[in-house]
C-alpha cells in the first residue's frame, strides 16, 4: 500500500496504517516501521469495547504503547464511524434509516471519550480525525462538556459515582480546557453539513475537513465539487482552501499532487 499503491501517486494517494489492535507493542513497532517509509497516520476503532479489546479508559493502560509511539513520531489516529463494527440502534426494531440519520451520535460519544479520557494531557502531540460523522453537533457536545465540568467536577474529584460509572483518575480535571483540547486535538469530516458550516465560528475552521465518502451510497458523488462549493462558497478563500485541502495537508503532513486539470463543478 505504501510503496506500491500509494507511492505511484505520492500526494494524491495517502496511506493509512493498520496496526495489530490485539497487540499494542507490535501495533507500536509496526508504526515506526511504516512512519520510516512515510506514513503518517494509522486507523483506530472509535469504540474498542465492542471488539472484545479494552477501552481508551483501560486503568492498566493498554493503549500506552501505540499512542506512546503515535506521540513520537506524529501519527494521526483516524478513527472512521462504525469502525467499532457495531450500527448505533435507537430501539431493537428502529427503521435503519433512522438509525443511520442517529449514526452521527457514535462520533460524538468517540470525540467525548477522548476529550475526557485524559490521554491529550498524557500524549500531547496526538491528535484525532473522525471520520464520516459529520460535524453540526460539534458546537452543542463542547458547550455540554464544558457544563458538566463545572457542575461535577467537584463530586467526581472526591469519588463520587453514580450507578458504577468510571472514574476520572487519569484526568487533571483543574487544568482541563475542553475547547483548547478540541482545538489542539480532534478534526471533523464533513461530507454535507449546512448546519455545521453555519457554526464554523464555534467550532473553528482549522478543525474541520471535506470528504466525499465515494462510492458508497450516503455520498455527494457524482456531484461532489458542486455540493461542497455550494455549501462553503460564500466563506473567505482562505477558509475554502482550508477545508477542502489545507487542513488535510497540514494534518496528515502530506505536499499535494498537482492535479492533471483544474477541477470544476
Not at 483518575?169 to 486535538?185: G, Q, S, V, Y
Amino acid at each position: 500500500m505504501i510503496e506500491e499503491w500509494c507511492g505511484a501517486a505520492p500526494g494524491r494517494y495517502i496511506p493509512l496504517v493498520l496496526v495489530p489492535l490485539w497487540d499494542p507493542e507490535l501495533a507500536a513497532t509496526e508504526l515506526e516501521r511504516c512512519a520510516a517509509k512515510g506514513a503518517t497516520t494509522f486507523a483506530f476503532s472509535e469504540n474498542p469495547a465492542p471488539l472484545g479489546l479494552p477501552t481508551i479508559h483501560d486503568p492498566n493502560r493498554y493503549w500506552d504503547p501505540l499512542f506512546a509511539a503515535a506521540n513520537d513520531l506524529r501519527m494521526v489516529a483516524s478513527m472512521h464511524v462504525g469502525s467499532s463494527s457495531q450500527v448505533p440502534k435507537i430501539a431493537p426494531d428502529a427503521p435503519f434509516l433512522a438509525n443511520l440519520t442517529w449514526g452521527a451520535m457514535r462520533t460524538s460519544g468517540a470525540m467525548l471519550s477522548w476529550i475526557f479520557s485524559g490521554m491529550f494531557q498524557r500524549f500531547p502531540n496526538l491528535k484525532i480525525a473522525l471520520s464520516e460523522g459529520e460535524i453540526g453537533w460539534i458546537p452543542y457536545y463542547l458547550e455540554r462538556a464544558e457544563q458538566v465540568v463545572d457542575k461535577q467536577r467537584y463530586w467526581v474529584q472526591r469519588g463520587q459515582k453514580f450507578m458504577e460509572h468510571a472514574g476520572a483518575d487519569t484526568l487533571d480535571l483543574d487544568t482541563l480546557d475542553i475547547r483548547e483540547t478540541f482545538r489542539n486535538h480532534v478534526y471533523g469530516c464533513f461530507i454535507d453539513d449546512a448546519h455545521g458550516i453555519a457554526s464554523i465560528d464555534e467550532i473553528g475552521e482549522d478543525n474541520i475537513m471535506c470528504e466525499t465518502d465515494y462510492p458508497h451510497s450516503d455520498s455527494t458523488w457524482p456531484n461532489c465539487i458542486k455540493v461542497v462549493r455550494d455549501r462553503i462558497g460564500h466563506l473567505p478563500e482562505q477558509t475554502q482552501y482550508k477545508l477542502l485541502r489545507g487542513n488535510a495537508e497540514r494534518l496528515y503532513r502530506f505536499t499535494p499532487a498537482q492535479p492533471p486539470a483544474s477541477a470544476t463543478a
